[in-house]
């Protein structure tokens, strides 16, 4: 599995050697996070969250990464609780809402998520 995740980050960080060592399991990736996010594994949840946010080899799909950061986020990723944060403070993949922000924002800060804590700061301090 760890074999996957380093081609992902490859992936995202565009090393065109990696790149091409890794495009051909794309696919196979994609059915094994698949595979392993339906067996409610955070990371694997988390991960298609990302690749669905940003459309890395997938066509971008905020309702879908919003699906599998919700997952994720429940068994405690700190990394899918800021996404979810995100997603509700902006309307991606689904209704704006500050105070889901706010939640989500503090969970991930919670769970130790330095991110998590300065975007629910901000989120205060405009008055949200």
Same mark, same amino acid.
């Given at each position: ?77 700190? +990394?899918?609780?800021? +996404? ?45």
């Amino acid at each position: 599995m760890k074999h996957y995740f380093n081609c992902i980050l490859a992936l995202v960080l565009i090393f065109s050697p990696v790149k091409v060592f890794c495009e051909p399991q794309a696919t196979q990736l994609l059915e094994e996070l698949r595979k392993n996010g339906a067996k409610d594994e955070a990371d694997a949840q988390f991960h298609l969250g990302e690749i669905y946010f940003a459309g890395w080899g997938v066509k971008k799909n905020y309702e879908e990464a919003v699906k599998w950061w919700r997952l994720a986020a429940t068994h405690g990723s700190a +990394g899918a609780q800021n +996404g979810l944060g995100v997603m509700y403070e902006y309307g991606l993949g689904l209704s704006q809402d500050y105070s889901q922000a706010k939640y989500w924002y503090s969970k991930a800060c919670d769970n130790g998520l330095p991110r998590g804590c300065e975007n629910y700061r901000k989120l205060k301090e405009s008055g949200h």
